[in-house]
């Protein structure tokens, strides 16, 4: 009996309530040791679709996901970003370690080119990472993209509004995104697995003093001597806070 | 049968003029199609063409081979073809005229695989003085005397029936591929829909790629041009970012452009036109239809996505080397070769425009009071060609704790903008 226990506890179509479900396809490492734990697969599932739900854009959602494009572009593969919100911006994305040749950016006029793209681009194997923006998305076409990431080996990530997280989604993995003290929190609204009860907390990007990025003694001044002259003099009230 | 006899029989028969124009054009395409299998193509107007294939067989792996691709080809294009092969050009174009499709191969039996051909495939003018005197097939004519043959039929008949049987040289002239591909198709019937555009458009398509693969060539661009009757004619051009040339692959682009574009009048004909071509090698297709293969097609995904949403909505993203932010980052082909360049920290977005902020209390504003975490980093660049910026960029924070990138212009106004956002 105990050696048949131990036989259903490996076989790969038996999973435990209380556990992550085992992956066939192993995740792509988030680069935060917290959430990779929380996990099933021990990262971002590929060929599955994940939500990530921000509370508002800007909150370190690309943060969040920065190591692991960087990993995926290091490999060759393409990162498609699907109607995003803003311009990508570029010096910020060769910080973050990303190959800029492997950045492909769509922009679309109506919400089903943007499926359409995201669809066509999870087909394909040249990309690695499909980033996509839909502003409206019925359940339907959720369905559809979560069957087109299961054919392709690709990080599909949507980002979507807050308030998507009380729709039912077909996507394995939702995480919202919340701001708490000292850093970010993500919410694990739904995984392969028990379900979170806490958030995972991930530091702030440090403000001052600590990140050497901060320190701006690095002016850019191509200009003429006089108005070069009057660089220095800064109103007090414009110091690092 | 004459007109009358057939219209008796079926009342609803359309009528239409023979085109001996069309069919020359039609000829001709079918010989550039075909040069894929063989440089040497010689055309017998108005209805044959004729391929040396002997150079050829060890490549495509036999006359069947050959046989199945240019009758799938043909096919393809919206032909029905009868095809036969024989050692001599003539045999062989006697084979497909009589309608017998034989594929002889050795020299040795073609005296008798022709004996039992009719005299009619020698299209003759004494056909049927022939027939009276009781020779109705070649295996008749090949028994008579040479002698009185000639005398009485003149030496060309002799002459022909010499060629066929390999007994005397047969030269031919050969086709030359033209540096450029052009062909037109006439629509049965005038069309709107996309999909029976795309069906004719298919026909025209598989005709390009055996005119570029018997170049070794591809192409980068296609155009397309779409005659109304009364209307000017539509342009459709289809941009590749690679050499191609695969019918298959350009038919999809092409449906994704028919189906943006709006016809309002229905189309009468479609032309196919190729002005520049470029060599493309013939590449070893691999053992196992794997994923390596799959990744180096990031080309068909681009052209894919371009096809639909246009050329400028797909890009790529690279550095410049300018202080100034909107211009540190531009949109550059996919895959393009990136500077590398060191900034300081950047936010992941950028706004198209700097948006104005409000100030209150000679503090900036955005959803509540902003916070300056970081900063000033002064930036002031671009005198030189009327766009320059003089700006003092800071970190902020805002009450919902959001990271933003705000500036101050460096003028007696001193006005708050919004310029990205950090994530």
């Known amino acids: ?241 | 049968m004459p007109v009358a006899a057939a219209l008796a029989l079926a009342p609803t028969l359309r009528l239409r003029e023979r085109d001996a124009a069309a069919e020359t054009e039609a000829l001709l395409g079918i010989a550039t199609w075909a040069m894929q299998c063989t440089p040497n193509v010689a055309l017998d107007f108005p209805d044959l063409a004729l391929l040396e294939v002997s150079g050829s067989l060890k490549l495509f792996g036999g006359l069947k081979k050959i046989e199945a691709r240019l009758r799938q080809g043909l096919a393809a294009m919206g032909y029905s073809a009868r095809l036969a092969a024989a050692p001599t050009p003539r045999a062989a174009s006697w084979f497909a005229r009589a309608g017998r499709e034989r594929l002889i191969a050795d020299a040795a039996l073609i005296e008798r695989e022709l004996s039992a051909l009719p005299v009619s495939v020698l299209q003759s003018k004494d056909e049927e003085t022939l027939s009276s005197i009781g020779a109705g097939s070649i295996g008749d004519l090949l028994a008579l005397p040479r002698d009185g043959l000639a005398r009485r039929f003149g030496q060309g008949l002799l002459d022909a029936l010499d060629q066929a049987l390999g007994r005397l040289p047969d030269p031919r002239g050969f086709c030359v591929l033209p540096e450029k591909f052009y062909a037109a198709l006439e629509l049965p019937a005038e069309a709107t829909q996309a999909e029976a555009l795309l069906f004719a458009a298919q026909r025209l398509l598989a005709q390009l790629e055996g005119f570029l693969a018997a170049r070794a060539a591809g192409t980068r661009q296609v155009s397309i041009s779409l005659a109304h009757r009364a209307a000017p004619a539509t342009r459709i051009e289809l941009g590749m970012v690679v050499v191609r040339r695969e019918a298959a692959h350009l038919a999809l682009l092409l449906r994704e452009r028919l189906r943006q574009t709006a016809l309002l009048v229905p189309v009468r004909a479609i032309a196919l036109e190729v002005r520049t071509i470029e060599p493309l090698a013939h590449c070893n297709q691999n053992l196992f239809d794997d994923e390596l293969r799959e990744e180096g097609n990031w080309p068909r995904l681009i052209e894919r996505l371009r096809a639909r949403l246009g050329a400028a909505a797909v890009h790529g993203i690279g550095l410049c080397a300018d202080h100034r932010p909107e211009r540190a980052s531009l949109p550059t082909e996919p895959n393009a070769r990136q500077l590398a360049l060191d900034f300081n920290l950047r936010p992941f977005w950028l706004l198209e425009r700097p948006q104005a902020l409000e100030e209150k209390n000679s503090i900036p504003c955005h959803h509540g009071p902003l916070k300056l975490l970081a900063g000033p980093e002064r930036i002031e660049s671009g005198w030189w060609d009327g766009a320059d910026v003089a700006r003092d960029y800071f970190i902020a924070r805002t009450a919902d704790e959001a990271l933003l990138w705000v500036y101050r212009e460096r003028s007696p106004e001193g006005a708050w903008y919004l310029h990205g956002i950090f994530s």
């Not at chain 1, 959602?61 to 699907?82: D, M």
């Not at chain 1, 991930?202 to 690095?218: H, I, K, M």
């Open chain 1, 1 to 241: 009996m105990p050696g048949l226990a131990a036989e259903l506890q490996h076989h790969p179509g038996i999973w435990r309530g209380n556990e992550l479900a085992r992956t066939a396809c192993p995740g792509i490492v988030t680069g935060f040791a917290a959430l990779d734990a929380e996990l099933p697969g021990g990262g971002w599932p590929c060929g599955a679709l994940t939500e990530i739900l921000p509370q508002h854009e800007g909150i370190g959602e690309l943060r969040v996901l920065g190591p692991a494009l960087a990993q995926l572009a290091a490999q060759g593969k393409f990162i498609a970003w699907i109607a995003p919100p803003y311009q990508p911006y570029a010096p910020a994305l060769a910080a973050a370690g990303i190959d800029l040749e492997r950045v492909l950016i769509i922009k679309t006029t109506r919400d089903g080119d943007s499926l359409w793209a995201a669809e066509q681009a999870l087909g394909s194997a040249a990309c690695g990472g499909v980033l996509a923006w839909p502003r409206e998305v019925r359940f339907a076409q959720l369905r559809r993209l979560q069957l087109a990431a299961e054919g392709g080996r690709c990080l599909a990530i949507l980002f979507r509004l807050t308030r998507a997280a009380r729709e039912p989604s077909p996507a394995v993995l939702r995480i919202a995104l919340a701001t708490s003290v000292g850093g970010l929190a993500l919410s694990i609204l739904k995984r392969r697995g028990a379900p979170l009860s806490r958030p995972i907390l991930l530091p702030a990007l440090s403000a001052a003093g600590s990140n050497p990025f901060l320190r701006f003694d690095t002016h850019v001044v191509d200009s003429t001597p006089s108005a070069a002259a009057t660089a220095g003099s800064l109103p007090a009230r414009l110091a690092l806070a």
